[in-house]
């Protein structure tokens, strides 16, 4: 269900980064990096600025200060050629089948999969000519992890990717993931679960930020 | 660009809503017009190309607030800018398609319309010519005002605000085509202002929409 050839080697580096919205500062002097086969867990409670910094490693948002870079043998690359999302919102236009979902995305990823196996490898077959806007909140969750595999990004930055998922949906992510950093990707991923509940086997970072 | 279309008119075709009420709107005012001046010919001749322009313009304003608000709204614009795709080849999708399934029609139900005030087919000819020529203008400054205030409260109505006084010249240089349209055919200067304006407002507003979308997601 997912391409096995090994992703280029990317590495995410945030450079004493700063970040406030309005008068609040959310983090300063913030430094990570994530390496190839890399998870990085951001923890933490709501609003404390986990999907902050998923944006601004997005480009979403503007660090006050400091600097993020994605980089691949030394060289710096745009996000656009490095970074896959999933996000709070499905970003799935309620009026297109499954199929058609991914048979879009695909097409803009210049990616050639076999659609009825990536579609039945997410658990999907049964909906694959529903059109997304019958689709539970977890079957859609499923359809954004399959839109994530298709675009062979190596970097992964995932928003509470547990949310709305089901057991199966749970050890689908987990297993996703295992085979993304075994390809020599990574993952940024907001949290405010138990880290340990996904992905148990990959190597793990928590962050913390602060109020 | 091309995947960015076939999506983009599927969608349009599978949810009609927005260009029928468009159309619908164009028919229905046009009619009432007619009906208002007791079919009085002679007076629906003289104010027919105005009239109809204004049909048109209101029309096309009623299909553009939601050309954005939705794909930034469900995280599809994020999408697309990791995936690569430029602000300039979503906004242009959102061009042709706005163009083959509002305009088209509009420029299709013209000689409907002209039958009813029973204009000539010369005239009925050069208020479509004219539509053809001029509602891209009015299509790209729609565009730029859509992607501009997506998001916003009241919209809808910023988006009238924005647009509507950059609609003067328009039919100011459309009414003039018409006019010259039967002596000196589809190169009078009416025209090619209305020309020049269309291709002015596309170099302009094209690029502005797409940079607006960027300066909206952040």
């Known amino acids: 269900m997912l391409a096995s050839d090994a992703l280029p080697p990317t590495r995410l580096t945030f450079d004493k980064v700063a970040f406030s919205r309005g008068a609040r500062t ?83 990823y210049d990616a050639d999969p076999d659609l009825n196996t990536l579609i039945e490898g997410f658990g999907l077959s049964e909906q694959i000519n529903l059109r997304t806007s ?68 990959s190597r793990k970072l928590v962050l913390e930020t602060a109020r | 660009m091309t995947a960015l279309f076939k999506r983009d008119l599927k969608v349009l075709f599978r949810q009609p809503r927005g260009w029928l009420l468009a159309l619908t709107f164009f028919v229905m005012f046009l009619s009432i017009i007619a009906i208002a001046l007791q079919g009085d010919i002679r007076v629906l001749n003289r104010i027919a190309a105005p009239l109809i322009w204004l ?104 988006i009238i605000l924005l647009t509507l006084p950059f609609m003067v010249p328009v039919i100011i240089f459309a009414q003039a085509g018409i006019d010259a349209y039967p002596r000196e055919g589809l190169g009078n200067a009416g025209f090619l202002a209305l020309m020049g304006f269309s291709l002015l407002s596309f170099a302009i507003c094209i690029p502005a929409s797409a940079a607006a979308l960027k300066i909206n997601m952040e």
């Open chain 1, 26 to 108: 959310l983090f300063s002097e913030l430094s990570f990096v994530l390496e190839p086969g890399q998870i990085f867990w951001i923890m933490g409670d709501n609003g404390i600025g986990k999907t902050s910094i998923l944006k601004l490693a997005m480009g979403f948002l503007k660090p006050d200060s400091g600097e993020i870079t994605c980089q691949t043998n030394g060289r710096s690359i745009p996000v656009e050629q490095c970074i896959g999302y999933i996000g709070h919102a499905d970003a799935f236009e309620p009026l297109l089948t499954v199929r058609e979902t991914l048979a879009f995305w695909a097409e803009i």
């Open chain 1, 134 to 201: 019958s689709l539970s909140a977890g079957q859609k969750r499923r359809l954004a992890l399959a839109r994530l595999s298709l675009s062979n990004r190596p970097i992964w930055i995932m928003d509470e990717p547990k949310a709305a998922m089901d057991q199966t949906g749970q050890e689908l992510i987990a297993s996703i993931l295992e085979r993304h950093l075994q390809r020599g990707g990574s993952a940024l991923v907001a949290s405010h679960y138990d880290a340990s509940a996904i992905g148990k086997h």
């Open chain 2, 55 to 158: 049909a048109a313009i209101f029309s096309l304003l009623l299909t553009f607030e939601s050309l954005f608000a939705a794909n930034i709204q469900n995280g599809t614009m994020e999408q697309y800018r990791l995936a690569g795709l430029s602000g300039l080849s979503i906004v242009l999708s959102k061009f042709v398609t706005v163009f083959v399934t509002s305009i088209l029609p509009l420029v299709l139900a013209t000689p409907i319309i002209g039958v009813l005030y029973q204009l000539s087919v010369m005239h009925i000819a050069s208020i479509a010519l004219s539509l053809l020529i001029g509602a891209p203008a009015v299509l790209a400054m729609g565009l730029a005002s859509a992607a501009l205030v997506s998001g916003q409260r009241s919209a809808g109505f910023l």
